[in-house]
Structure formats: C-alpha cells, structure tokens
Nanobody, 130 residues
C-alpha cells in the first residue's frame, strides 16, 4: 500500500520561495504518476502540477496559474517528489496535498480531477503573507 507524506510548508512573504516534498513508501514510486493539489478555504481542491510515471515518460504538467513559477521533479532513489515554488503570492495560500495514481496505460498525468488519484497525503499548509 503506497503511503505519502508531505513536508516543507510554512509561512513565506510574497515573492518568496518554498520547496515541498512528498515522500513515498510501500511501493515503487516510479510506477506512479504523482500530483500536487491545493485547497484554499472555501474553494475546491485544484490540481497544481503533476509528473507522470516512468512508463509514461515522466512528463510534467502544470496549471496555468503556476506555469513558470513552480517546478515539479522526482528523485526515485529517495522515493520523493518535490514541488519548487517561486514568486509566491497570497493567492498561492492553501493546504497542499500530494497524490498518486498508477495508470493502466501510459498517458500524461492529469490535473482536472482529484478522483483520478487513489492515494493521498495528509497535506501541508502554505501561507503567503507579509
């Protein structure tokens, strides 16, 4: 059973940076697409970025709102996926979750629906404020 644990959240000033980590255990990470979702108070959970499985070429995908600011990467030796977040703004404030999906066929990872993902971490809070 795959288990995911997020870390790296915190309070940062506008324009600052944070790096989130999603540590996996219980299964081989490279078989899974890993995504980052976020949920702000009173809003729906939205996909931020994802990285596809090895069989899908490890391709990446980003929401328009974070393109050019966020970078997702994976270190399979450490069974960890990272989300580097730069140029943060108050609109990025949310609880950030990592999630995993083991695709049945090779495909680009998706961000449109949380229900594509079967495994979830507990979340880490990111607050961008001066």
């Amino acid at each position: 059973q795959l288990q995911l644990v997020e870390s790296g959240g915190g309070l940062v000033q506008p324009g600052g940076s944070l790096r989130l980590s999603c540590a996996a255990s219980g299964a081989t990470l490279d078989y899974y697409a890993i995504a980052w979702f976020r949920q702000a108070p009173g809003k729906e959970r939205e996909g931020v970025s994802c990285i596809s499985s090895r069989s899908s070429g490890r391709m990446t995908n980003y929401a328009d709102s974070v393109k050019g600011r966020f970078t997702i990467s994976r270190d399979n030796a450490k069974s960890t996926v990272y989300l580097q977040m730069n140029s943060l703004s108050p609109e990025d404030t949310a609880v950030y979750y990592c999630a995993a999906e083991k695709p049945e066929v090779p495909r680009l990872c998706q961000l449109s629906s949380r229900y594509d993902y079967d495994y979830w971490g507990q979340g880490t809070q990111v607050t961008v404020s001066s």
